[in-house]
């Protein structure tokens, strides 16, 4: 269980008390390695440190009730890391679900997943697949894993989906907007973020959301991933709630 500090305690009251929690949050995790190399462990350790904060953020999204929780868990790009790091990092995926999956259910935690996931390793894939139809009954918080996601990739599936459409008549091209973009994406049935955190103190959106982040607000913090607990959490959406959210209107029309 985890214990909540004074400090914790008031700004979460104030959080709550302004009515305005985010409805979905997409994280970028970044920093695990580093956080591994300053301590001189292998990059695995950071990894592994990493599931642990993944633990607390679930569990206080859902306390505050947050909707949907989006982490970029494993990019398309990071196929390019090291064999041994990649085997790694699926063996600890493998690991954490079946770990996990009792407290997703206690919880009512839903897992839903974007990207390839039938391209991952066999093992991986399964458990996946089997945690997504364990979980599918759920309603509580919607926690949605980015796993050998690319958003470029998406992009081309949707103009893909869209051009087939078109060519066997289901579709005409004057009836493709926004709204028919966002129902072919992989997230057609998730709102766009309104929270984007990252980790790390790395200014860039490696590939992330490109679409749906279009009116996020983005919280970068310096913080390593596996340092990263519901305190930062609890600041992140502190500063958001803060802000004046437009959507290219001018502050008097949206006061």
């Known amino acids: 269980m985890i214990m909540i500090t004074h400090g914790e305690k008031d700004i979460l009251q104030t959080i709550r008390e302004r009515d305005n929690i985010p409805c979905h ?3 970028i995790m970044d920093g695990n390695g580093r956080w591994a190399k300053k301590r001189g ?20 999204c859902g306390e505050l009730n947050v909707q949907v929780l989006t982490l970029y868990t494993f990019s398309t790009e990071n196929w390019r ?13 493998v690991r954490t679900l079946r770990k996990e999956i009792d407290d997703l259910m ?26 997504i139809e364990l979980t599918k009954d759920n309603s509580g918080l919607n926690l949605n ?16 989906s869209i051009a087939n459409k078109i060519k066997s008549g289901q579709l005409v ?5 926004a709204n028919c973009i966002q129902e072919h994406l992989y997230t057609a049935n998730i709102p766009d973020p309104d929270l984007m955190i990252r980790t790390s103190g790395e200014f860039r959106l490696s590939n992330f959301l ?11 913090t310096d913080i390593l991933w596996p340092d990263f607990r519901r305190e930062q959490l609890y600041q992140a959406i502190d500063d958001f709630q803060r802000r004046e959210r437009r959507f290219g209107k001018v502050s008097e029309q949206v006061r």
Not at 106 to 131: H, S, W
Not at 150 to 155: D, L, P, V
Not at 210 to 220: G, H, K, N, P, S
């Open 106 to 131: 206690k919880n009512n935690v839903r897992l839903t997943a974007i990207g390839q996931i039938d391209n991952l390793p066999g093992e991986a894939a399964r458990e996946f697949r089997e945690g």
């Open 173 to 177: 091209p004057g009836a493709v907007n």
């Open 25 to 27: 949050i997409a994280i």
């Open 81 to 93: 890391r090291p064999k041994e790091e990649i085997s790694a990092l699926m063996g600890l995926l």
């Open 210 to 220: 490109l679409w749906q982040l279009a009116y996020t607000e983005i919280f970068i």
């Open 41 to 60: 462990l292998p990059r695995v350790a950071g990894h592994r440190e990493g599931v642990k904060s993944v633990r607390d953020i679930v569990e206080a």
């Open 145 to 160: 894993l980015a796993l050998n996601y690319g958003s470029r990739e998406e992009i081309i599936f949707c103009v893909r």
